[in-house]
């Protein structure tokens, strides 16, 4: 067992009835955040996301696509995965709430509060808002207070749970942890609530049939909140979650609109199982489009793929952390969205590596330089990282992700004005002169060592290109930001290998390019009505060219474009037992070594491809072959009728790993 502090923390557990918009990305994000930032702060950190999936709204759904419930949230639950692993989170638990340890859990909570005699049956007449699975305090007839849509009278026989027992033991614990809800406008509205007095709850349902069952008692099936809390628990442990260590969460992550379950019923349903509470609860702001909650129901969302497809996933985590302060609603708009891409990443943090690296490669022989004598600039610009490294550690330690990106663009400005003002570039090649830019150049590579530590967090696939670039061994993400300093930086390491970081993009075009996908994405059917995509072995490891597209088949550039293909190189291939069709290659693309199973064991001995440059889907979703994983697919055309493949290749020109081919 780790002797790291533990640090466990949560995202909502998203309903299944829907995909993915930028508003729950939002969130997931935040928390990956958190999670990379905790690691680097030496904790033992466990992060749990997942999917809410019982309710009468999955039901409708599930029906209107003509499947089993369980068929319709499986492949809703894999979309959001698959989102989620696109974007680069890392939750270490993915919860289900259809998975049986999680129904064990709830059953058991469930149990522990009815033995202590806090749960009664009964019957309840009310109005309730299917969309937010809550009974709302409306007349019949009028619509849900909250999301606005029209509310069901429903009279069903059910347990309540005495909630109206929990105001003063509640009211206690804010009292004594001022830090339970945060911010603190969320937390004046939840006291706010409990003083006004509270009622039982209803906590199971007769009148739904896919929830999970309250043993004994079918038809009753427990409440989906009730079900739902349960999830952060159940990931970690359930019953035994003394043994495994992570319970009590140290933070649950979730929007304003949820607070209310979160800080009143779960620790009211956890006091009355005798259970530790939660350490913190942070309710963010919304994201608002056109001034509007982003949400299905108003049609006005934003989906994360075409943003992460054109100008790539790092770039969405940024603009999220970075325009809207933390706690309060932002305003989402593509224009500004490509604007920080532009000015922070293309012109700010990727042109300084680049340039750095360039400055370094041609006058230190791609070494990082020696420096000497310091002037007081340099001691200066020294002074401002070591400082910006304090503030962006408290900055972080309050969730402040927009004042710590601030504080950190604000070095890499202080790094830039240094390279003009001290100009290297013009400095000639006498003793004095070297040494004079080897300091610079030093300074200015110091500085963006401590930018890329600061920065991972946020940014962890550019930070970690920028990394090996630095040469630096091992993974950003393996830094202990407390041992962080200035100085740190090794004379004498070799710099890595350039990857292309931020591509300066043209403001129209890419919101034309990201405009036209996010139309197809809200056109496109539900995955849940969409058959699969047949593939075989020789598709995925060899993509056979299919026969030509009638002319109705034609796609726009935004389909072409949604295919990442980029120039890879052979290092290792062999044969895989039992599969005679299938190779199992090490490709490097560039920005790092992939392994893919390609069909063409028949046609091309292993040894002779090893060096070879290939043509490679990089962005398709892995997946396992003979049991083998496949990370991607080289291309090659399928010719004669038996469809013999040939590689698709460059034999005229030297291609560089990694170039994107267009
Ligand atoms: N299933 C419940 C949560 C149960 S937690 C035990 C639920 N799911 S949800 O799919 O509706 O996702 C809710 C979360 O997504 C919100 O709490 C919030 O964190 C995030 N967001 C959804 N829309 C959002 C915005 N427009 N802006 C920011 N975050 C938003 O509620």
Redesign the pocket.
């Known amino acids: 067992m780790s002797d790291k502090p533990k640090y466990y923390l949560t995202t909502?557990?998203?309903?299944t009835n829907g995909l993915p918009?930028i508003?729950?990305t939002?969130?997931t994000i935040v928390c990956d955040t958190i999670r990379r930032y905790k690691r680097m702060r030496g904790y033992d950190v466990v992060m749990t996301t997942g999917t809410?999936e019982h309710g009468v709204n999955v039901e409708r759904s599930a029906k209107k696509a003509g499947v089993p419930e369980s068929e319709f949230v499986a492949k809703m639950a894999a979309e959001w995965r698959a989102l989620w692993d696109e974007l680069g989170v890392q939750g270490d638990e993915f919860i289900r709430t259809t998975d049986l340890k999680h129904a064990h859990t709830v059953q058991w909570l469930f149990k522990l509060c009815r033995e202590n005699g806090f749960v009664y049956p009964g019957h309840y007449t009310g109005q309730y808002c299917i969309y937010d699975n809550a009974y709302v305090d409306v007349k019949p007839g009028e619509n849900c207070p909250d999301c606005g849509r029209p509310t069901e009278t429903v009279t069903e026989p059910n347990y309540f749970f005495k909630l109206s027992a929990f105001q003063e033991p509640l009211l206690d614990w804010y009292a004594k942890h001022p830090d339970f809800i945060q911010p603190e406008a969320r937390r004046n509205e939840v006291l706010s609530f409990v003083e006004g007095g509270l009622r039982d709850l209803s906590i199971t349902r007769t009148t739904i049939r896919w929830g999970i069952p309250v043993p004994g008692e079918e038809p009753h099936v427990l409440y989906v909140w009730f079900d739902?809390?349960t999830?952060?628990l159940s990931a970690v442990g359930g019953p035994n979650y003394e043994k495994i260590g992570y319970w009590p969460a140290n933070l649950h992550l979730?929007?304003k609109?949820?607070i209310r379950f979160h800080a009143v019923y779960w620790p009211a349903f956890l006091m009355a199982a005798g259970l530790p509470l939660p350490k913190q609860i942070w309710a963010?702001g919304?994201?608002l489009m056109d001034s509007a909650?982003?949400?299905k129901s108003l049609g006005n969302v934003v989906r994360p793929r075409p943003i992460v497809h054109v100008l790539g996933m790092d770039a969405l985590r940024y603009y999220l952390l970075r325009e809207t302060v933390f706690g309060q609603d932002g305003n989402f708009s593509y224009d500004a969205l490509v604007q920080r891409y532009n000015s922070d990443l293309a012109n700010g943090l990727g042109n300084l590596a680049s340039r750095t690296a360039a400055m370094i490669e041609k006058n230190s022989g791609g070494k990082i330089p020696k420096p000497s004598a310091l002037q007081p600039q340099d001691t200066a610009l020294a002074a401002r990282a070591q400082e910006v490294i304090g503030e962006v550690l408290e900055q972080y330690d309050k969730l402040g992700f927009s004042l710590a990106l601030e504080e950190i663009w604000s070095l890499i400005a202080a790094a830039d004005k240094y390279l003009t003002t001290e100009h290297p570039w013009s400095l000639g090649e006498s003793e004095a002169d070297q040494q004079r830019r080897a300091t610079i150049l030093w300074t200015a590579a110091e500085v963006l060592r401590i930018s890329i530590a600061l920065t991972h967090p946020v940014l962890p696939d550019s930070t970690t290109k920028v990394w090996s670039l630095l040469g630096q061994s091992g993974q950003p993400g393996s830094i202990a930001l407390d041992g962080l300093r200035w100085g740190q930086l090794a004379p004498g390491t070799p710099l890595g290998k350039s990857q292309p970081l931020f591509p300066r993009i043209e403001k129209a075009e890419a919101i034309e390019r990201m405009e036209a996908m996010e139309k197809e994405a809200q056109n496109a059917p539900s995955p849940v009505t969409t058959p699969a995509p047949a593939s075989t072995p020789a598709t995925n490891g060899a993509a056979a060219a299919a026969a030509a597209p009638a002319a109705t088949d034609k796609i726009g550039i935004e389909d072409f474009t949604k295919i990442e293909m980029r120039v890879g190189q052979i290092k290792t291939a062999e044969r895989i037992v039992g599969a005679d069709k299938l190779l199992k290659l090490t490709v490097d693309i560039g920005s790092e070594i992939r392994q893919i199973c390609a069909g063409i064991a028949q046609y091309y001995e292993p040894e002779k491809l090893i060096g070879r440059k290939v043509a490679v889907v990089v962005n398709l979703a892995p997946r396992k072959l003979r049991g083998v994983e496949s990370n991607g697919m080289i291309v090659a055309a399928s010719v004669g009728p038996e469809g013999r493949p040939v590689l698709a290749g460059f034999p005229d020109e030297d291609v560089e790993i990694g170039a994107r081919l267009k």
Do not use: F, Q, T
Request: glycine share 8%; proline share 4%.
């Open positions: 909502p557990i998203y309903y918009h508003g729950h939002y969130s809410d739902a809390l999830a952060y979730v929007g609109e949820i963010h919304w994201l909650k982003m949400s």
